[in-house]
């Protein structure tokens, strides 16, 4: 049973048109992450939601935003993608904040920008 | 946060055993150590945690030694599908589950 679900599996989208990834959990987690990947490359944190505590990694370009409406759902808002965003972008959640508890992660959204 | 550092990539055949290491030498003293395993077009999944010593499960093996400044996935037997990149991580305790993922080990089992 999935319980991290990423939709879609793939985006294409336009350069510099505004794109939505989303993320739904049947976990009750209180943490959701997002990782962008790159070709090739480990995961990349770039935010993670602490219930509706919002928390920014220092270098994620203001062009990525995040919403997380209810427990079970997150979304990841591209404003102008460029063709540098164009990664796996990975959800993911964990119990709590604790380093001994495991993320589980989705599938992921492959965004491709033409 | 500790810095991971595993060789990059690593071969084995179908039915080995096959030792990943990795290096943490500034782990701090609540830190747990993970490991992930990637498949293509995947997102990672969680393998084995552990704090000292040994951990087993179902999949894997952990060795960590006493000072804690590295550790040893064992994964017993291999088959094709093991194929994959393994990721060691070390997360701070105590706040937020913050991640930084090393470049992993890509691991090819051949036939």
């Known amino acids: 049973d999935a319980m991290v679900i990423q939709n879609p599996r793939y985006q294409v989208t336009q350069f510099g048109k505004p794109v939505t990834l989303s993320c739904s959990q049947t976990?009750?987690?209180?943490?959701m992450y997002w990782y962008q990947q790159k070709s090739s490359q480990a995961p990349k944190l770039l935010f993670h939601y602490y219930d509706k505590d919002f928390n920014n990694e220092a270098d994620t370009p203001d062009n990525f935003q995040s919403r997380r409406p209810n427990t079970s759902f997150c979304f990841l808002d591209i404003r102008s993608p460029g063709l540098g965003d164009a990664a796996m972008y990975l959800c993911?959640?964990?119990?709590?904040?604790?380093?001994?508890?495991?993320?589980?992660f989705g599938d992921g959204t492959r965004l491709s920008i033409l | 946060l500790a810095k991971t550092t595993q060789p990059i990539s690593m071969d084995s055949y179908e039915g080995q055993e096959v030792n990943i290491t990795c290096s943490h030498n500034?782990?701090?003293?609540?830190?747990?150590i993970t490991w992930y395993q990637q498949f293509p077009s995947q997102g990672p999944r969680f393998i084995i945690q552990g704090y000292k010593t040994k951990v087993t499960n179902e999949v894997a093996s952990l060795f960590i030694p006493a000072d804690r400044k590295s550790s040893t996935l064992s994964l017993p037997r291999v088959s094709l599908s093991d194929t994959a990149v393994y990721y060691c991580?070390?997360?701070?305790?105590?706040?937020?589950?913050?991640?930084?993922f090393g470049a992993g080990t890509r691991l090819a089992v051949h036939p």
């Open positions: 991580l070390v997360g701070v305790y105590g706040g937020y589950n913050k991640l930084i």
């Open positions: 993911a959640t964990s119990r709590q904040g604790d380093s001994n508890q495991p993320q589980h």
């Open positions: 976990l009750n987690h209180n943490v």
């Open positions: 500034n782990i701090a003293t609540n830190d747990y």
